[in-house]
């Protein structure tokens, strides 16, 4: 399988900070990578597909990059409503595989 | 609307089977592969399991394999996970996910039930 994985695996920011989260797979993915914010109790929410196409309704503070093993999501302004955990997902390989997560919070 | 709604979880013992279910509306459901993803308790995602929109092209993670059986019944519009000789590592909270495509090619998961609790003790 191909495994995922994210730095760091937890983050404080202040509101208003630029915010960067790395994910790294194993094997080369070319574009095939998914990103995914859930907030404590909730089920995950879709917002990035193929590395950088942001999903319909997300905040265009969000924004992704890269390709092949090395990928970005960036928050350009960190708001209140950010506080979550954030997953990186390939979709190269039909077995699925995702990153352990990155917990991010307000300082 | 997209609406996924899981139900069937419960406390079952080692050894023990069950089957939950994922019934959806707000779209054509036989033209979307869907799968199965688990979060253990304070833990991170797991892919379970996938299934094409046709039912015919099944998928599982190494952990479930042989002991998990996804289906689906498209008249009914509803999604199927049967889990056999279950484990205490199978304890989590299982999601159905929609698919953006047919086949579970390129697998991006756009919706996501609430899920449903599987507790594996005795």
């Known amino acids: 399988d191909i495994q995922m994985t994210q730095s760091p695996s937890s983050l404080s920011a202040s509101m208003g900070d630029r915010v960067t989260i790395t994910c790294r797979a194993s094997?080369?993915?070319?574009?095939?990578l998914n990103w995914y914010q859930q907030k404590p109790g909730k089920a995950p929410k879709f917002l990035i597909y193929?590395?950088?196409i942001l999903e319909s309704g997300v905040p265009s503070r969000f924004s992704g990059s890269g390709s092949g093993t090395d990928f970005t999501l960036t928050i350009s302004s960190l708001q209140p409503e950010d506080v979550a955990t954030y997953y990186c997902?390939?979709?190269?390989?039909?077995?699925?595989?995702f990153g352990q997560g990155t917990r991010l919070e307000i300082k | 609307e997209v609406q996924l709604v899981e139900s069937g979880g419960a406390l079952v013992q080692p050894g023990g089977s069950l089957r939950v279910s994922c019934a959806v509306s707000?779209?054509?459901?036989?033209?979307?592969?869907m799968s199965w993803v688990r979060q253990a308790p304070g833990k991170g995602l797991e892919w379970v399991s996938g299934?094409?929109?046709?039912?015919?092209?099944?998928y599982y993670a190494d952990s479930v394999k042989g002991r998990f059986t996804i289906s689906r019944d498209n008249s009914k519009n509803t999604l199927f996970l049967q889990m056999n000789s279950l484990r205490a590592e199978d304890t989590a909270v299982y999601y159905c996910?929609?698919?953006?495509?047919?086949?579970?090619?390129?697998?991006?998961?756009?919706?996501w039930g609430q899920g449903t609790l599987i507790t594996v003790s005795s």
């Open positions: 997902q390939q979709s190269y390989s039909t077995s699925v595989t």
């Open positions: 094997q080369t993915i070319s574009n095939y």
């Open positions: 193929a590395a950088s």
């Open positions: 707000g779209f054509t459901f036989s033209s979307y592969a």
């Open positions: 299934i094409g929109g046709n039912g015919y092209s099944t």
């Open positions: 996910a929609k698919t953006r495509d047919y086949q579970h090619v390129d697998p991006v998961f756009d919706n």
